[in-house]
């Protein structure tokens, strides 16, 4: 495979390349533009036309610098042991395959995906959508032999764009309802993923079929075709081994190839569990879900919401502290299906005398909300406050008390804290918070330590850590 007749350099070597605003020619698609997406189909081989690229609407060129612009690519594909299964899995892969190309950024995936192209790259010449194509049609049959036919549209029209959108969206979904009737305890294979490590180089997913990966494009059933077709890839099977905690979801075979995948970073992972032993972030998960101490509740928001969170924080901010490969407790990226999933953070809850994950959502933006609404049981659903109902903590306490939202049940009575605390005050030594864990985010879960922090405002001159002599701890009065 050559690229010499490319103006620019080809190669994995540009995987992870940013391209900042100041560099940037064009932006196409992410968070500011309604309708782009990406696909990949499936097709018989009189089909399509092997090679070709079709460009529907402007060409790179002729747009102006610095403007945005919608983006709709669709790869059609053909081949003899092509199945439907596959597709999501080569879908992955333009991510990977648009980031080779130096001079093109590309990030997220499905209807969030968001590439730029660089001054630069226009300047050596790469100019129009038919090169980006014809990069991607090379790649695509040379990285994946099992394709023989590869055609590729690239759309920049918005009207042309909404006429292929709802296919794209039926097309995400149909793949997300075949998974969600499978659960972890019906098979005895789980599955891993490293495609992001350019990105995030300790970033290992875990692929189970209750826990579809957290960019949301592959599920159980997309990475054990991947899995099989190309068992050396960046997909793989994951024997889970034994079940040490069924209840977080940890096992044996997760953790070993979790360690040696992140190359010694990640030894432990609760597939369960926002707060202890979570799974790891890259930066292309769909929403997060992040720990809000004051209310012992946990709040979610997408990529899509441009807003700030009830912590007050904006996706963006939150992102750069859950993504990079770390385990960061109280900050996790996750994909909307696993917001459905029966295991959904469910270790967190049944630690606070909960039944389900879900109970511990004390906070969605609106619209995420409306999207998953069908998740949600149905007595939950109006108790969960979103940006048009509160918009600060006291707010938000308020109203999960009103709504009698079964965080509640968790809030410990501030007066038994209060005599608690004053008796660990009186033995002179460092006072625990409470029982609920979140980690200060940087100390991360792996080594160093933790900080334990429970509905309280610290303030103050000087931080000491001193370790606990047990022999002073006196017991509780009663
Ligand atoms: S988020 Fe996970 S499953 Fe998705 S491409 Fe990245 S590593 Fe693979």
């Not at 995948?261 to 929403?287: D, K, N």
Request: proline share 5%; charged share 30%.
């Amino acid at each position: 495979m050559s690229f010499s007749d490319m103006p620019v350099d080809v190669g994995p070597v540009y995987e992870g390349e940013r391209i900042r605003s100041k560099q940037m020619f064009v932006e196409l698609g992410g968070p500011k533009i309604p309708k782009h997406f990406e696909l990949v189909k499936v097709r018989k081989p009189s089909e399509i036309k092997d090679g070709e690229v079709i460009l529907r609407g402007i060409d790179l060129g002729e747009m102006e610098e610095g403007s945005r612009h919608p983006i709709g690519i669709l790869v059609e594909v053909a081949g003899k042991e092509l199945e439907e299964d596959l597709e999501a899995v080569f879908e992955r892969r333009i991510h990977e395959f648009c980031n080779f190309i130096n001079g093109v950024m590309h990030l997220n995936q499905r209807y969030t995906n968001w590439m730029r192209v660089s001054k630069k790259a226009i300047e050596k010449g790469f100019n129009s959508f038919k090169q980006m194509g014809t990069i991607l049609i090379r790649l695509f049959k040379a990285e994946l032999p099992i394709i023989e036919q590869a055609q590729v549209t690239m759309i920049t029209n918005a009207d042309v764009i909404e006429e292929y959108y709802d296919m794209a969206i039926e097309t995400y979904e149909k793949r997300d309802e075949r998974a969600r009737g499978l659960h972890d305890d019906d098979v005895d294979m789980f599955y891993g993923c490293v495609l992001c490590q350019s990105f995030a180089p300790t970033h290992v997913c875990t692929i189970t079929p209750d826990r579809t990966s957290l960019c949301g494009s592959i599920n159980w059933f997309d990475a054990r075709a991947a899995a099989k077709v190309d068992p050396k890839g960046p997909i793989y099977a994951v024997p889970p081994g034994e079940c040490i905690n069924g209840v977080a979801g940890e096992y044996t075979g997760v953790n070993e190839i979790t360690k040696k995948r992140s190359l010694g970073e990640v030894e432990r992972v609760y597939l369960y569990s926002g707060m202890e032993w979570p799974h790891t972030s890259c930066g292309c998960f769909e929403a997060i879900d992040f720990y809000i101490p004051e209310v012992n509740g946990h709040g979610i928001i997408d990529r899509n919401a441009d807003m700030k969170a009830i912590n007050g924080l904006a996706f963006s901010t939150m992102a750069n502290q859950t993504g990079g490969g770390k385990q960061m407790p109280g900050f996790n990226g996750i994909s909307l299906q696993y917001i459905a999933s029966p295991k959904f953070q469910i270790y967190d809850a049944i630690q606070e005398g909960l039944e389900h994950g879900i109970e511990l959502t004390v906070w969605m933006n609106s619209e995420l909300k409306e999207r998953v609404k069908q998740f949600i049981p149905e007595d939950l659903q109006p108790k969960i406050a979103t940006e048009k109902d509160v918009s600060n903590m006291n707010e938000l306490r308020e109203w999960l008390k009103e709504k009698e939202h079964p965080v509640v049940a968790t809030w410990v009575e501030e007066e038994e804290e209060e005599e608690y605390e004053e008796e660990w005050a009186e033995e002179g030594a460092m006072v625990p918070l409470g029982t609920q864990t979140m980690t200060i985010p940087g100390a991360g879960g792996i080594g160093g330590f933790k900080i334990i922090l429970k509905n309280c405002k610290v303030h103050a001159d000087a931080l000491i850590i001193k370790r606990i002599d047990k022999s002073a701890k006196r017991k509780k009065k009663k």
